[in-house]
């Protein structure tokens, strides 16, 4: 009777690990994390109208910009984006940064940039970005949240302010250039 009682106690113990590493497994195989991994291009950003819901491509600074998203796969994600011809600017000063002009340096307020640790939330679709070194000093430090949504090879993130969607989505097209 001991030794059937014994028995009873392992094969519960491995059938107890088993479920256990069965869960794990799928949580890990359903989770979004590795779908972030790899290089995305900036394709658009939009503005959505308060009233009638309707999405509209952005203008100003906002309109045409190019740039990329990287997640490493391992926690680490940058982010670089700039108006469209950024790269064609002239600048007035002779190639130096002391030499730059105000028109030059106003060039310069075009480009964003950050860096940092990211963290992904499966339950509530949103994603960190642990901002560890960025273009404006006072961001150094924060957290960006953004919503995502996956549909095909697109990413759209949605900025999160104190846990609202504001209304501006930023479409990323996967360059489908991770090794596996």
């Not at 392992?10 to 979004?32: F, H, Y």
């Not at 960006?144 to 930023?170: H, M, Q, W």
Request: charged fraction near 25%.
């Amino acid at each position: 009777m001991k030794n059937t009682f014994r028995k009873t106690y392992i094969l519960i113990g491995i059938c107890a690990l088993t479920l256990s590493l069965i869960q794990c497994n799928e949580k890990t195989a359903s989770s979004d994390f590795n779908k972030f991994t790899g290089r995305w291009k900036l394709h658009k950003i939009q503005l959505q109208d308060t009233i009638t819901q309707n999405w509209t491509d952005a203008l100003g600074n906002n309109k045409d910009r190019k740039g990329f998203i990287i997640y490493d796969g391992l926690g680490g994600m940058g982010v670089h984006h700039v108006t469209e011809n950024y790269e064609n600017f002239e600048f007035e000063g002779k190639g130096s940064l002391d030499s730059l002009t105000k028109r030059d340096l106003r060039h310069f307020t075009n480009n964003f940039v950050y860096f940092g640790k990211y963290n992904v939330n499966d339950i509530d679709k949103t994603i960190e970005h642990h901002i560890e070194a960025h273009i404006y000093p006072k961001s150094w430090g924060s957290i960006a949240k953004r919503e995502y949504k996956f549909k095909g090879d697109t990413l759209i993130l949605s900025p999160l302010n104190k846990g609202l969607r504001l209304p501006v989505r930023i479409i990323w097209i996967s360059l489908n250039d991770t090794t596996e």
